[in-house]
C-alpha cells in the first residue's frame, strides 16, 4: 500500500479539531508540520496521557506521530515505541512506513545489519515512488557492509535508470560488485555513466583502466590511462601507472612499459612478478645490467618464474660479456627443477662457459658435462658434450677427477687415450710441484697405461726418477735416470741433459765419486744451455778430483769453472790457487790468490786468500811477506777464526827471522788470550820455548813448561789415561763406548780438563751418531758456549738446524745468529742468513726477515728454490709491514717464476695490495689470473673468491658477489680452516645489504563515496 507523510495530517473530524480534549493532539500535529518534533513529541504524549482512549483514531495517530517525534529526534525510546504501535494496532496503514523509518534509522547509524533486517521487510510496492530510490540504495548499501553481495546487487540494480541523488552511488556500488564478481562489461557501462561525474572522478577512471586491462583490451588502456593521471583528484596514479606500464609490456613495447613500471616502482613494493616485468623489459631494451638487479629479486623462490629469471640472468651477463657471473646463473638455473626445458638447457650453457672461461677452480665444466650427460643421456647435444669433454680434460687442473672422469667411460679411443696420457703427467707434474713424490710417481707410472706419446711416456720417467731423488732413494733414481736415457724418445727431450746432471749428483750422495763425476763430465759435453748447472758441474769435478789429489784435472775443471766468468769466479780461483799449491807450483798458488785480492777486492774469499798467502810466504821462508799479510789479516779482519793462528804465524815468523823479542811478546800475547785453548796454548808456549832456547835461556823455558800445563807431560800423560781412549772410540765410531768414556773424562777433568770444549763436540756427534738428538744437541750448545774453533761452525749449523726442524724457532734465530759471527766461508754465511731470514719470519720479525733476505738475494748462484723462498720472505714480510709498493716486485717475482703454495699466495697478497690501495680492476686481474694458474690450491682460489666478493661489494654488484661465495660456500673441501666461516660471514653482509636497499611500499589514502541527502 502506497503511503506519504502529508496523507497523515489530514483529518475529517473538524469539529473535534476545537474540543478542549482535542487541542492538545492538534498542537502536536502543527508543531510536527513546522518541524518542531521535541515540543511536538511532548503535546503528543500529553494528549495520550489525557485521553486515554484505545479506539480512539486520534488517540492512535498521537501514538504513532509520537513515535515518528522520537526517531527524527534519535530519541532511543523511537523503535520501541514505533514497535509498540505495531503490536497495538497490527491492521494499521502505517505499518510499511514505520519499517522503512526504522530501517532508515539503523542507516543512519551505521546499523547496517538491522538497517537490512527492517528494510528486507518491505516491497517495492509499500512504498511511495518517491522513496522508492532511498530505498533501494539504503537497502543494498547496508547488505554490501554486511557482505550479502548478492542482495546489494539485486537492490542496487534496481536504481540503475533512475534520477534521484541516489542513483550515482547505486550505480557506482552495483559497478563495484560486477566488477568484484568479474563481469566487467557490466561495470563498464555503469562507471563509464559516472565518468563526468565530479563526484567519482577520483576513482571510476581507475576502475575503467582497470576493466580496460582485464579485458585484454590493451590498446584502450593505452588510449585512456592518460586522462586518468590527467585527473588531478585520482588517489592511484601509482596502480594506474603500473596499469599503463603492464598495457605496454603485454604489446611488448618494453621502452615505454618501463617509463610506466619505473613510476610505479618508486612508490611501491615490486611483487616478484613485477621484479620479472621490470627486468625483462629491461633485457629487451638491453639494459642488461639494470635486468639482473631486478631479476635478482625474483630468484630467491624456487619455482617456475624464480627458473625463468635466474635463466634471463645468465643471459644477461653473457650478453655483457661478464662469462663467470653467467656461468654461475645457469648453474643456479640448471639446480631448479619447474622448467625441464630450462634445466636442461641451463646445464648445458653451465658446461659450455665453464670450459671458456677455463679458470676451473672446482672444475665445474667436467662435472657438469657428466652430470648432462647422465641426465640427459639421449640428447641430441650428445656428440658436442663429449667433443667438449675431450677439450675440457684436455685443459682442466684438477687432473684426478679428469682422470676418474675418464676411466667413467666405456672404451676411449684414440684422441681420449691420448687426452687420459696428457692427463696423467699432468697429475704427475702437480703432485710432484705440491712434493707428494709417492703420489707422483704412481701419476706418472700411469702415463704408460695407454703410451700414444712416446716423449711422454719417456718424460714419464725422468720425473718418476727426480721423485725418487727427492726423497733421498738414490739407488731407485738412477734406475729410472738411466731407463730415461735409454728410451729412443728421450733424446728430443731437453731433460735428457739435466738427467747426466741430476744422476751424478745421486752417485755423489751415495758415495760414488768416481761415477759422479764421470756423470757430471757427460753433461758438460752435452752442450747444456744452463749457465748456473755448467759452473756446478765444473766445480763438483774439480772437487771430487781436489780431495782424491788429481790435481791437474782438478786445475782443469777450476778453470773451466772460471771461463764462465760468473759470480763465482773468486771461488774458482780459490781452489784452483790451492791445487797449484799442493801440485807444488807454488808461485801459480801465490799470483792466483793475489788475483782475487785485486779483482775481487769484496770477496767472500778475500780473508782465506789473504791467510793462504801468508802461510805460503811462511812455508818457503819469504818472512817479511808473510808478516805482512798476517798484519793484513789480523787488521782487515778483526773477528776471523783464523785470527789465532795469524797472531801465531807471526810470532813464528819473528822467531825464524831470529827477532827474538818481538817473537816472544807475540807468543805470550796468544798465550794470555788462549791458555785455556789446548792446541793453541801447546804451539804458542812451545814456539816461546824456542825462543828462549834460541836465546840459551833454559830457566826461562822450563818456567814455561811448568807455567803452562798444555806442554806439562806428566800431566798430559795423566790427563790422556781418561782422554785419548774416548778418542778413539770416537774415531772407530764405536759412539756407544765413546759416549761413555767421555763421560768419565768429564767427571774427572770438569773443572780444569785440557780438552773439555772438544770432548762436548765429540759428544754432541756421538749422540746424533745414535739418534740421541736431545743430548746430541745439549752437548753441542755446551760446546759452544766453552770456546770457538774449527768445530764451532758444524756445532752452531746442527744446533739452529736442530731447533728449525722442531720449529723452535727463537732458538733457531739465536744459532743462526752465532753461526753467522763464526762463519769462514761464504756457504757458510750464507747457510746462516738463510736461516736467520726463515726463523725471523716465523718469529714474526719481520723487519729483520726482509732485511736478511735482502742479503740472501744478493748471493750468487742461488737456486730457485731458495731464491723462491728469499722473495717470499721478502715479499710477505714487506706487505706485514704495510710497505706495498717494496713487496710487490718479490711477489711478482714468485708468480712469474714458481708453481708452488707460494706463488699462489703472492699472487693473492698482490690482489689484497690493489684491494687496500682502491685498485679494484687490478685486483680483479690479479685474481683472474690467480684462477688461472696450475697447479691450483684450494686454499688460495677460496681466499680469491673471497676476495672479489668483496670487490663486487665496493663496487654494489651483490649478484656476482653472492654468486662468487656460493662457488666456495658449495665447492670448498675443507671445513674448519676459516674459509667456510669467512665466506659465511660475507654471504650474510650481502644479504644485509640487498635488504637495505629494496624499496618500501608507500599507503595509499582510502576512497570513500559521499552521498548527499540533504
Known amino acids: 500500500m502506497a503511503f506519504a507523510i502529508s496523507s497523515f495530517l489530514v483529518f475529517s473530524q473538524k469539529t473535534d479539531k476545537y474540543t478542549s480534549l482535542y487541542d492538545g493532539y492538534f498542537r502536536g500535529e502543527e508543531l510536527y508540520s513546522n518541524l518542531q518534533y521535541g515540543a511536538a513529541k511532548k503535546e503528543f504524549r500529553s494528549f495520550i496521557n489525557l485521553c486515554n482512549n484505545y479506539n480512539d483514531p486520534l488517540y492512535q495517530k498521537a501514538l504513532f506521530y509520537e513515535g515518528l517525534s522520537g526517531l527524527e529526534l534519535y530519541n532511543s525510546d523511537a523503535i520501541d515505541l514505533l514497535m509498540n504501535y505495531n503490536r497495538l494496532y497490527p491492521e494499521n496503514i502505517h505499518r510499511s512506513f514505520i519499517n522503512f523509518k526504522i530501517g532508515n534509522s539503523f542507516f543512519q547509524d551505521e546499523t547496517y545489519d538491522d538497517a537490512q533486517l527492517w528494510l528486507s521487510k518491505l516491497n517495492a510496492g509499500d512504498i511511495d515512488s518517491s522513496l522508492q530510490e532511498e530505498f533501494y540504495f539504503k537497502l543494498g548499501y547496508s547488505a554490501l557492509q554486511n557482505e550479502d553481495f548478492e542482495a546489494a546487487i539485486n537492490a542496487f540494480r534496481e536504481n540503475l535508470k533512475g534520477s534521484s ?34 563526484n567519482y572522478c577520483g576513482i571510476v577512471p581507475y576502475y575503467i583502466v582497470q576493466i580496460y586491462h582485464k579485458q585484454g583490451d590493451y590498446d584502450a588502456v593505452i588510449e585512456y590511462a592518460p586522462t586518468v593521471l590527467a585527473c588531478k583528484l585520482i588517489n592511484h596514479e601509482k596502480d594506474v ?65 624464480g627458473q625463468i629469471a635466474m635463466y634471463k640472468i645468465a643471459e644477461c651477463y653473457q650478453l655483457i660479456d661478464q662469462l663467470l657471473p653467467a656461468r654461475s646463473a645457469f648453474e643456479n638455473a640448471s639446480q631448479m627443477s619447474a622448467i625441464s626445458k630450462i634445466k636442461e638447457d641451463a646445464l648445458y650453457n653451465f658446461a659450455v662457459i665453464s670450459f671458456a672461461v677455463d679458470i676451473n677452480p672446482y672444475d665445474e665444466s667436467v662435472r657438469a658435462f657428466e652430470n648432462y650427460l647422465s641426465e640427459y643421456p639421449n640428447s641430441s647435444r650428445k656428440s658436442d658434450v663429449y667433443q667438449y669433454l675431450i677439450n675440457a680434460y684436455s685443459s682442466t687442473s684438477n687432473y684426478k677427477k679428469a682422470i676418474a672422469s675418464l676411466k667413467k667411460l666405456p672404451k676411449l679411443d684414440t684422441r681420449l687415450k691420448r687426452v687420459y696420457q696428457t692427463l696423467s703427467y699432468n697429475r704427475g707434474v702437480e703432485l710432484f710441484q705440491k712434493r707428494l713424490y709417492n703420489s707422483s710417481i704412481a701419476a706418472f707410472a700411469a702415463v704408460n697405461d695407454h703410451p700414444i706419446d712416446p716423449e711422454l711416456a719417456a718424460l714419464s720417467r725422468y720425473w718418476i726418477a727426480d721423485a725418487y731423488y727427492r726423497q733421498d732413494k738414490m739407488q731407485e733414481a738412477i734406475a729410472n735416470y738411466k731407463l730415461f736415457i735409454s728410451a729412443p724418445a728421450s733424446n728430443a727431450i731437453p731433460e735428457k741433459i739435466d738427467a747426466y746432471y741430476n744422476m751424478a749428483y745421486a752417485y755423489k750422495e751415495l758415495d760414488s765419486e768416481s761415477r759422479a763425476s764421470e756423470n757430471f763430465r757427460i753433461y758438460l759435453q752435452s752442450n747444456p744451455k744452463n749457465t748456473r748447472k755448467e759452473v756446478d758441474a765444473c766445480f763438483r769435478v774439480a772437487d771430487i778430483f781436489y780431495l782424491d789429489k788429481e790435481n791437474a784435472l782438478a786445475i782443469e775443471f777450476y778453470e773451466k769453472a772460471l771461463a764462465y766468468n760468473t759470480l763465482l769466479n773468486d771461488k774458482a780461483l780459490y781452489y784452483v790457487a790451492k791445487a797449484y799449491g799442493y801440485s807444488g807450483e807454488g808461485a801459480v798458488k ?65 822467531l825464524k827471522k831470529w827477532q827474538y823479542e818481538k817473537a816472544e811478546l807475540a807468543y805470550l800475547k796468544v798465550l794470555s788470550e788462549h791458555e785455556n785453548e789446548n792446541d793453541v796454548c801447546e804451539i804458542a808456549a812451545k814456539g816461546l820455548v824456542d825462543v828462549y832456547t834460541a836465546q840459551q835461556k833454559p830457566q826461562k823455558a822450563a818456567q814455561v813448561v811448568e807455567r803452562y800445563s798444555c806442554i806439562n807431560y806428566t800431566d798430559d800423560e795423566k790427563e790422556n789415561l781418561f782422554y785419548t781412549p774416548a778418542l778413539q772410540a770416537y774415531l772407530d765410531t764405536s759412539y756407544f763406548e765413546a759416549i761413555e768414556k767421555f763421560q768419565v773424562y768429564l767427571g774427572s777433568f770438569s773443572e780444569n780438563g785440557q780438552y773439555i770444549a ?6 754432541g756427534t756421538s749422540y746424533l751418531s745414535v739418534n740421541d738428538t736431545l743430548n746430541g744437541i745439549e752437548n753441542y750448545k755446551r760446546f759452544l758456549d766453552a770456546t770457538s774453533n774449527a768445530y764451532s761452525e758444524a756445532a752452531a749449523r746442527r744446533v739452529a738446524n736442530h731447533y728449525y726442524t722442531k720449529k723452535d724457532y727463537i732458538n733457531a734465530l739465536k744459532y743462526y745468529q752465532r753461526l753467522e759471527q763464526l762463519a769462514t766461508t761464504p756457504s757458510t754465511q750464507f747457510i746462516s742468513r738463510f736461516g736467520i731470514m726463515r726463523a725471523s719470519y716465523f718469529t714474526e720479525d719481520y723487519q729483520k726477515s726482509q732485511m736478511y733476505a735482502a742479503l740472501v738475494l744478493e748471493a750468487p748462484a742461488l737456486d730457485d728454490t731458495q731464491q723462491a723462498e728469499a722473495n717470499y720472505a721478502y715479499g710477505i714480510s714487506a706487505f706485514r709491514q704495510e710497505q706495498y709498493e717494496e713487496a710487490l716486485t718479490p711477489l711478482k717475482w714468485l708468480v712469474d ?102 624499496n618500501k611500499e608507500e599507503e595509499s589514502p582510502e576512497t570513500k563515496i559521499e552521498i548527499n541527502e540533504e
Open 590 to 654: 801465490v799470483s792466483k790468490l793475489k788475483e782475487i785480492l785485486t779483482a775481487y777486492p769484496i770477496s767472500k774469499y778475500t780473508m782465506n786468500a789473504t791467510y793462504e798467502l801468508a802461510n805460503t810466504y811462511s812455508s818457503i821462508g819469504n818472512n817479511d811477506e808473510a808478516l805482512l799479510y798476517y798484519d793484513n789479516l789480523i787488521v782487515d779482519f778483526p773477528n776471523s777464526p783464523f785470527l789465532t793462528q795469524a797472531k801465531i804465524g807471526k810470532a813464528n815468523c819473528y
Open 758 to 763: 772438544e770432548t762436548y763436540y765429540y759428544l
Open 241 to 305: 601507472n603500473h596499469i599503463i606500464g603492464n598495457a605496454y609490456y603485454n604489446k611488448r613495447l618494453y621502452s615505454d612499459a618501463l617509463s610506466y613500471l619505473f613510476k610505479y616502482a618508486k612508490k611501491s613494493r615490486l611483487s616478484r612478478h613485477d621484479a620479472y616485468q621490470i627486468g625483462y623489459a629491461m633485457f629487451e631494451t638491453k639494459a642488461y645490467e639494470g635486468a639482473i638487479s631486478y631479476l635478482d629479486q625474483v630468484v630467491r623462490v624456487d619455482d617456475s618464474l
Open 165 to 198: 541523488q541516489y542513483v550515482p552511488p547505486s550505480k557506482y556500488f552495483f559497478g563495484h560488485l560486477c566488477y568484484e564478481r568479474g563481469s566487467y562489461q557490466l561495470a563498464l557501462e555503469q562507471f563509464i555513466a559516472l565518468e563526468k561525474n565530479t
Open 897 to 998: 717464476h714458481t708453481t708452488t703454495f707460494m706463488g699462489s699466495e703472492a699472487k693473492y697478497t698482490m690482489a689484497y695490495i690493489h684491494y687496500i690501495q682502491d685498485e679494484l680492476n687490478t685486483a680483479g686481474i690479479e685474481i683472474q689470473e690467480l684462477l688461472k694458474m696450475k697447479p691450483s690450491y684450494d686454499y688460495w682460489i677460496a681466499k680469491s673468491l673471497i676476495l672479489k666478493s668483496k670487490i663486487f661489494i665496493k663496487q654494489k654488484d651483490y649478484v656476482q658477489a653472492e654468486q662468487n661465495l656460493k662457488s666456495v660456500k658449495e665447492h670448498y673441501p675443507i671445513k674448519d680452516d676459516g674459509i667456510i666461516e669467512d665466506a659465511n660471514l660475507l654471504w650474510q653482509e650481502i644479504i644485509l645489504l640487498k635488504e637495505a636497499e629494496e
